[in-house]
């Protein structure tokens, strides 16, 4: 995970040799470990390069990097397959050293549609002036764009700063395909051009007029100085997953087991659709393939060195370096157990729990001293976290936290427990008093969000960010104590509601319009997925330096899923808690999981209870007040605060 900025400017008097403040420290989170800046200066244009470091694979490489062309390169993502790179070598590197050899634009594109994992990234090749910028086909990693002074300067960074009108608006980079503009043409016409190259699938859809329609849908949000265009030559990147099997059952949809309806739902509910054997083998299929998503994205990492056989059962003061965002539902339940079959087993997991509590109570004299006792046998959490409602919950919490997703979390912690007795489970409980969300949200959070700016966002992203900082409480036989989860990748279930038909939107498309309904939802969620998802959580999650990893839009995952008919992923005739992510629930059923195999949907907002903290009668796609918020008192602290 990397901050990435490019500020450029074709007018000497709007030039500044430095970033804004309040951009660099928010790059800073992102890549704490190393910052290097970079100018490049024509007569026509100036160029200052921005990046910023968290170290997860290979050696150490400072961005930007540039060669003795000139050529200029920034990179925030993970290559995990389609392009080789060794254990012992940085991607930043291999992506460069291609780039650098590409003689032409196909060959440019013909690298990028290569590489399977999340990215972004920005490349200055001298020799054209031309400048590349893109994200991955899902978007799983941020870029925004940000267009001021009639065109005289523009700003491509990924994280915004807090904006103060309209004017100032950060707005994502679609992640529509790879555009670039041609800087000395800029400064000759005094207009932005942005030549889009679009991702394409080979499936014989009508592919001009999708284009055409993300040029204008682009074009739109732009301010008017700003052009998107097609490139000349018609190029475009190859999709990296197979178009999604739309096919229809031949006879008319019905439950093979229509009994189950008025059944009560137990393990041996699921276990009836596995004595199938064609729903077996696909079952089976599905879980090697995201067996090895996640094995890509838990052993992609340094490690300490190895322990000799003697001090394999010292696994007290072992630093996890993996954690998932877990609610202790389906998504996080399987994608813990997958972990748990790759991560050497003498490394603890993480399990981090956020709930939201609704009422402030009274906090016992008697515990803050326990907990300075407590101090030294394990990390303290950031001086952001909020003692007073952490340690109200851990006196009490029953009566505080118990939200839905904390019981279900720890139900989920016992299966798993069962399931592997020797791995150490790190279950952290994850306190948010309403003081502190309101504080932290105008002080940290509101900015990371936008330009997304819903009601949803806000739940959303700010319940990733307090799970994601990982700072509460670690729950064990002995107690509570305080533990902040240094763990660098973090691990989401985002994208399997979007590809099993997990939301109640699927279930009511379904019941209205069929499977073929139902069929035309899951491309439209999958197709939305980079705007409406996947570019706040990226911006959430880094703001803690830490890099966010989803396995289940690995691109063979994805592809894998996609091949299927809709109805060996789901069967919406049945009941809440069972027709939706079918699939995933059978899965779950033989990586030998239980009750958690049977949990309906719950949305993260609602399980951790923030959506009930401060207005009941929101909708979801109202527009949050509570994020147009600004202060400049609080920008000014937030300055000093890069840590």
């Known amino acids: 995970m990397c901050g990435i900025c490019c500020a450029v400017s074709f007018s000497v008097e709007h030039f500044s040799k430095d970033l804004k403040e309040d951009l660099l420290c928010n790059l800073k989170r992102r890549g704490p470990n190393s910052s290097k800046q970079l100018l490049r200066s024509s007569v026509n244009y100036q160029c200052l390069f921005s990046g910023h470091v968290l170290h997860l694979r290979g050696v150490l490489?400072?961005?930007?990097?540039?060669?003795?062309?000139?050529?200029?390169?920034?990179?925030?993502?993970?290559?995990?397959?389609?392009?080789?790179?060794?254990?012992?070598?940085?991607?930043?590197?291999?992506?460069?050293?291609?780039?650098?050899?590409?003689?032409?634009?196909?060959?440019?594109?013909?690298?990028?549609?290569?590489?399977?994992?999340?990215?972004?990234?920005i490349y200055y090749q001298a020799s054209s002036h031309s400048l590349w910028f893109g994200r991955d086909f899902f978007g799983r990693r941020s870029l925004l764009w940000h267009f001021s002074n009639l065109g005289k300067s523009f700003c491509l960074s990924s994280v915004g700063t807090q904006a103060s009108g309209v004017a100032d608006q950060w707005q994502e980079v679609p992640a529509s395909g790879i555009f670039r503009i041609d800087l000395k043409s800029v400064s000759i016409s005094q207009s932005v051009v942005l030549k889009l190259?679009?991702?394409?699938?080979?499936?014989?859809g009508d592919d001009i007029r999708e284009c055409v329609n993300s040029l204008t849908e682009i074009s739109a949000a732009l301010p008017t100085f700003v052009l998107v265009a097609a490139n000349e030559a018609k190029l475009y990147l190859k999709e990296p997953?197979?178009?999604?099997?739309?096919?229809?059952?031949?006879?008319a949809f019905e439950t093979h087991c229509s009994s189950i309806s008025r059944s009560p739902l137990t393990r041996e509910t699921l276990q009836v659709f596995l004595t199938d054997r064609h729903t077996k083998e696909v079952v089976q299929q599905f879980i090697d393939v995201l067996s090895i998503a996640v094995k890509r994205r838990v052993l992609c990492?340094?490690?300490?060195?190895?322990?000799?056989?003697?001090?394999v059962l010292k696994t007290s003061n072992r630093k996890a370096n993996v954690a998932v965002l877990f609610s202790g539902g389906i998504d996080s339940m399987v994608i813990a157990a997958l972990a748990d079959h790759h991560i050497p087993l003498d490394e603890p997991i993480d399990l981090l729990n956020v709930a939201f509590m609704t009422k402030e109570k009274t906090i016992p004299v008697n515990f803050n001293k326990k907990g300075r006792k407590q101090k030294n046998h394990c990390e303290m959490p950031s001086e952001e976290f909020s003692g007073s409602a952490a340690a109200a919950a851990a006196a009490s919490p029953g009566e505080q936290f118990s939200v839905p997703d904390r019981v279900t979390g720890r139900a989920g912690l016992k299966e798993l427990h069962a399931a592997s007795p020797s791995r150490t489970w790190n279950f952290v409980e994850?306190?948010?008093?309403?003081?502190?969300?309101?504080?932290?949200?105008?002080?940290?959070?509101?900015?990371?969000?936008?330009?997304?700016?819903?009601?949803?966002?806000?739940?959303?992203?700010?319940?990733?960010?307090?799970?994601?900082?990982?700072?509460?409480?670690?729950?064990?036989?002995?107690?509570?104590?305080?533990?902040?989860?240094?763990?660098?990748?973090v691990l989401t279930g985002i994208g399997a509601d979007e590809q099993l038909a997990g939301y109640s939107r699927h279930r009511a498309r379904f019941l209205t319009h069929g499977l073929e309904g139902l069929n035309e939802e899951i491309a439209m969620e999958l197709g939305r997925i980079s705007s409406r998802n996947l570019g706040r959580d990226d911006r959430v999650i880094s703001d803690h330096g830490k890099e966010a990893r989803f396995p289940f839009l690995d691109e063979n995952v994805v592809s894998f899923l996609n091949s299927l008919p809709v109805w060996e992923k789901a069967n919406l005739t049945l009941p809440r808690g069972i027709g939706e992510k079918l699939i995933l629930r059978?899965?779950?059923?033989?990586?030998?999981?239980?009750?958690?195999?049977?949990?309906?949907?719950?949305?993260?907002?609602?399980?951790?209870?923030?959506?009930?903290?401060?207005?009941?009668?929101?909708?979801?796609?109202?527009?949050?007040?509570?994020?147009?918020?600004?202060?400049?008192?609080?920008?000014?602290?937030?300055?000093?605060?890069?840590?």
Request: glycine share 6%; hydrophobic share 40%.
């Open 61 to 121: 490489t400072a961005q930007p990097v540039e060669d003795e062309r000139g050529n200029v390169f920034l990179w925030n993502g993970e290559v995990f397959s389609g392009i080789k790179v060794e254990a012992e070598e940085n991607d930043t590197q291999i992506m460069f050293h291609y780039l650098s050899s590409c003689k032409n634009e196909s060959d440019i594109l013909s690298l990028f549609s290569k590489v399977q994992g999340p990215w972004s990234f």
């Open 197 to 204: 190259y679009p991702w394409k699938c080979n499936s014989g």
């Open 241 to 251: 997953v197979v178009p999604l099997n739309m096919v229809l059952p031949q006879a």
């Open 301 to 311: 990492l340094p490690r300490d060195e190895k322990l000799t056989p003697g001090e």
């Open 430 to 489: 994850i306190n948010v008093s309403l003081e502190e969300l309101q504080r932290l949200r105008r002080t940290r959070i509101s900015h990371l969000i936008q330009p997304l700016d819903t009601v949803l966002d806000d739940s959303i992203g700010c319940a990733v960010w307090f799970a994601s900082r990982g700072a509460g409480w670690l729950v064990t036989q002995d107690g509570a104590q305080p533990y902040h989860s240094r763990a660098k990748v």
């Open 586 to 643: 059978l899965a779950a059923v033989e990586l030998g999981l239980t009750a958690s195999a049977l949990l309906p949907k719950r949305a993260m907002q609602f399980g951790s209870r923030i959506a009930k903290m401060e207005k009941n009668n929101e909708k979801a796609s109202d527009k949050c007040e509570r994020l147009q918020i600004i202060s400049l008192e609080n920008l000014s602290v937030e300055k000093l605060d890069i840590s």
